[in-house]
């Protein structure tokens, strides 16, 4: 399941070529017609010229899949984009670990280590802590933005986990915005705006009516087809109200509210696309479903490009990224016989492990998802190829010692799962990785390049750098298993991210060719500087929505990419 799969046919190739003109064409006449008004109104006239970006975030698509997507057709429009040579492609990294809520905390913030992935045990209150939770999304964002302004500031965001600072952010799980500045808005604003945006609503609304019956009705054949394959109808209603009110109709609606947007001189404006993520998660990155949905995101980003294109008085910079990759992976469960919670509380205590129990976080018959059990003492937090154990028995995290000692039944049998690569826990200067149940200090230079990876260095700061956090489990546990072996998901997942995979860890930038480049490889903080550097004199221009001071707004929305 999740194979990968050839390239879209003669007749659909033909079909995403010509979707992607029609929205390139759709947008330049949108552009003009709303930028017309605004400047016959002087509001461009006398403004100063500086950079503006739009920033879209395409998540969960390493550079490699990227490339074999573009090779085999299924992106024509940013194909064309780099073949004309105004785009450059580059390489980038994902943050550690290989999950959205790390890297946003990265490039919004420049913050790195922040958080040790999308879910996680929090030992002071007893609970699980989720990036797809309003309330904690809100809590983590507060703290990483302390003194800091945020790299949207003044802009707007869609679809994202955190505001980054955002004056407007749209379907943000955190609720964080900065300052409206309502009578500003007002005032800069007319009835014209109302229209335009009253017409390119309706279109959207015409459109995506059109599309939600069409995925509605594939998404339940193919809900089905899937679960009678696998046996389990898990995550299959959540996965079908995903691809159909984000993919079919949010997206449009994002892309609409971006024109506009790019028609006012909003000076930054950030979208991320979530479609392949989700569908990776769930049908494996390589699946065909997968890379129709990475075409859809292309049908997306075209109207963007030739929107930015059709305002060059406003000097939009569009830049495509990614956080991380995803790779195939195959349940835990499946492997082992029961869910890694479960082996683990059992194995603690010296039973053999129960098979999987049906409900609860993460095993729900229909509704599940990827989450931190506590049971007999332990927690146990599972989301796709990343896990954390924490030993309860104690008030903070403990060292390799100390688990040696007081938690060694689960220590070895971890170390020797088949299911399982490598380990790490705290110790020392930078901590340890255990490799087949022997540790290799990740201070050492000499262990480090001991460690089973392409790229032993990368592996041991990002392996490092998880253990450095308190929020990070007294063990974690990768998934990944080397590269001729199929890497294990700890929840129920068939493409995952969150481990030291190389894949995962590989991301890519696609960068405007008359700006400078990033440099090369950068991660998220790296990103954070140099769009920063881009951004030049915008906070002193005029055009922006407000300030960076923030306050609650309530949006509830499906989650975000992990």
Same mark, same amino acid.
């Given at each position: 399941?999740?194979?990968?799969?050839?390239?879209?046919?003669?007749?659909?190739?033909?079909?995403?070529?010509?979707?992607?003109?029609?929205?390139?064409?759709?947008?330049?006449?949108?552009?003009?017609?709303?930028?017309?008004?605004?400047?016959?109104?002087?509001?461009?006239?006398?403004?100063?010229?500086?950079?503006?970006?739009?920033?879209?975030?395409?998540?969960?698509?390493?550079?490699?899949?990227?490339?074999?997507?573009?090779?085999?057709?299924?992106?024509?429009?940013?194909?064309?984009?780099?073949?004309?040579?105004?785009?450059?492609?580059?390489?980038?990294?994902?943050?550690?670990?290989?999950?959205?809520?790390?890297?946003?905390?990265?490039?919004?913030?420049?913050?790195?280590?922040?958080?040790?992935?999308?879910?996680?045990?929090?030992?002071?209150?007893?609970?699980?802590?989720?990036?797809?939770?309003?309330?904690?999304?809100?809590?983590?964002?507060?703290?990483?933005?302390?003194?800091?302004?945020?790299?949207?500031?003044?802009?707007?965001?869609?679809?994202?986990?955190?505001?980054?600072?955002?004056?407007?952010?749209?379907?943000?799980?955190?609720?964080?915005?900065?300052?409206?500045?309502?009578?500003?808005?007002?005032?800069?604003?007319?009835?014209?705006?109302?229209?335009?945006?009253?017409?390119?609503?309706?279109?959207?609304?015409?459109?995506?009516?059109?599309?939600?019956?069409?995925?509605?009705?594939?998404?339940?054949?193919?809900?089905?087809?899937?679960?009678?394959?696998?046996?389990?109808?898990?995550?299959?209603?959540?996965?079908?109200?995903?691809?159909?009110?984000?993919?079919?109709?949010?997206?449009?609606?994002?892309?609409?509210?971006?024109?506009?947007?790019?028609?006012?001189?909003?000076?930054?404006?950030?979208?991320?696309?979530?479609?392949?993520?989700?569908?990776?998660?769930?049908?494996?990155?390589?699946?065909?479903?997968?890379?129709?949905?990475?075409?859809?995101?292309?049908?997306?980003?075209?109207?963007?490009?030739?929107?930015?294109?059709?305002?060059?008085?406003?000097?939009?910079?569009?830049?495509?990224?990614?956080?991380?990759?995803?790779?195939?992976?195959?349940?835990?469960?499946?492997?082992?016989?029961?869910?890694?919670?479960?082996?683990?509380?059992?194995?603690?205590?010296?039973?053999?492990?129960?098979?999987?129990?049906?409900?609860?976080?993460?095993?729900?018959?229909?509704?599940?998802? &990827? /989450? #931190?059990?506590?049971? +007999?003492? *332990?927690?146990?937090? %599972?989301? @796709? =190829? $990343?896990?954390?154990?924490?030993?309860?028995?104690?008030?903070?995290?403990?060292?390799?010692?100390?688990?040696?000692?007081?938690?060694?039944?689960?220590?070895?049998?971890?170390?020797?799962?088949?299911?399982?690569?490598?380990?790490?826990?705290?110790?020392?200067?930078?901590?340890?990785?255990?490799?087949?149940?022997?540790?290799?200090?990740?201070?050492?230079?000499?262990?480090?390049?001991?460690?089973?990876?392409?790229?032993?260095?990368? &592996? /041991? #700061?990002?392996?490092? +750098?998880? *253990?450095?956090?308190? %929020?990070? @489990? =007294? $063990?974690?546990?990768?998934?990944?298993?080397?590269?001729?072996?199929?890497?294990?998901?700890?929840?129920?997942?068939?493409?995952?991210?969150?481990?030291?995979?190389?894949?995962?860890?590989?991301?890519?930038?696609?960068?405007?060719?008359?700006?400078?480049?990033?440099?090369?490889?950068?991660?998220?903080?790296?990103?954070?500087?140099?769009?920063?550097?881009?951004?030049?004199?915008?906070?002193?221009?005029?055009?922006?929505?407000?300030? &960076?001071?923030?306050?609650?707004?309530?949006?509830?929305?499906?989650?975000?990419?992990?």
């Amino acid at each position: 399941m999740g194979r990968a799969a050839s390239g879209p046919g003669r007749e659909e190739h033909g079909r995403l070529r010509r979707a992607a003109g029609r929205a390139e064409d759709a947008a330049r006449l949108a552009m003009r017609a709303l930028l017309r008004p605004l400047a016959d109104r002087g509001h461009f006239a006398g403004a100063a010229r500086r950079r503006r970006l739009v920033l879209v975030q395409v998540d969960g698509v390493s550079r490699h899949r990227l490339e074999q997507a573009i090779a085999d057709g299924w992106m024509p429009a940013l194909a064309a984009r780099l073949a004309s040579g105004r785009h450059v492609l580059g390489g980038a990294r994902s943050g550690a670990p290989a999950s959205t809520p790390a890297f946003q905390a990265g490039l919004f913030y420049g913050v790195a280590p922040s958080l040790p992935g999308f879910v996680w045990f929090d030992r002071a209150t007893g609970r699980e802590v989720r990036m797809d939770r309003p309330e904690d999304a809100a809590c983590v964002e507060a703290r990483l933005s302390a003194g800091r302004p945020g790299l949207l500031r003044a802009g707007t965001a869609y679809f994202s986990i955190f505001s980054g600072g955002a004056a407007a952010p749209h379907f943000c799980l955190s609720g964080l915005a900065g300052d409206l500045a309502l009578d500003r808005y007002a005032q800069r604003l007319g009835a014209w705006d109302a229209v335009a945006s009253a017409l390119a609503h309706s279109v959207t609304a015409v459109r995506s009516a059109v599309r939600i019956a069409h995925d509605a009705g594939h998404g339940v054949v193919d809900g089905l087809r899937w679960s009678l394959a696998v046996g389990r109808l898990l995550h299959e209603p959540r996965f079908l109200v995903h691809r159909v009110l984000v993919g079919a109709f949010l997206r449009e609606l994002a892309v609409q509210g971006i024109l506009v947007d790019l028609s006012r001189g909003i000076p930054v404006v950030y979208v991320d696309f979530l479609g392949f993520d989700e569908t990776a998660h769930r049908r494996g990155p390589g699946s065909r479903a997968a890379l129709r949905s990475l075409a859809a995101i292309d049908q997306a980003i075209a109207p963007i490009l030739a929107a930015a294109d059709a305002v060059p008085e406003l000097g939009y910079e569009v830049v495509v990224f990614s956080d991380h990759g995803h790779v195939r992976t195959r349940p835990f469960e499946e492997l082992a016989g029961a869910s890694l919670p479960d082996w683990v509380a059992e194995t603690e205590h010296g039973r053999p492990p129960r098979p999987p129990r049906l409900g609860g976080v993460g095993r729900g018959v229909l509704w599940g998802r &990827a /989450g #931190a059990k506590r049971t +007999d003492g *332990v927690a146990v937090a %599972e989301a @796709g =190829d $990343l896990a954390h154990v924490y030993f309860l028995d104690g008030p903070g995290p403990l060292p390799l010692e100390a688990l040696r000692a007081r938690h060694r039944r689960v220590l070895d049998g971890l170390a020797s799962h088949p299911a399982v690569g490598l380990l790490a826990a705290r110790g020392g200067r930078r901590g340890f990785a255990l490799v087949g149940g022997h540790p290799l200090d990740l201070a050492d230079p000499r262990d480090v390049a001991r460690l089973p990876h392409p790229d032993p260095a990368l &592996a /041991g #700061a990002y392996l490092a +750098d998880l *253990v450095s956090l308190p %929020e990070s @489990g =007294d $063990l974690v546990v990768q998934g990944w298993r080397g590269p001729d072996r199929e890497s294990v998901a700890y929840a129920w997942e068939f493409g995952s991210h969150g481990g030291l995979a190389p894949e995962e860890l590989d991301a890519f930038v696609a960068w405007p060719a008359r700006a400078p480049p990033p440099g090369p490889a950068p991660g998220p903080v790296e990103l954070h500087r140099w769009l920063e550097a881009l951004r030049g004199e915008g906070d002193r221009a005029s055009g922006g929505l407000g300030g &960076a001071r923030t306050s609650r707004s309530e949006v509830s929305v499906p989650p975000p990419g992990r």
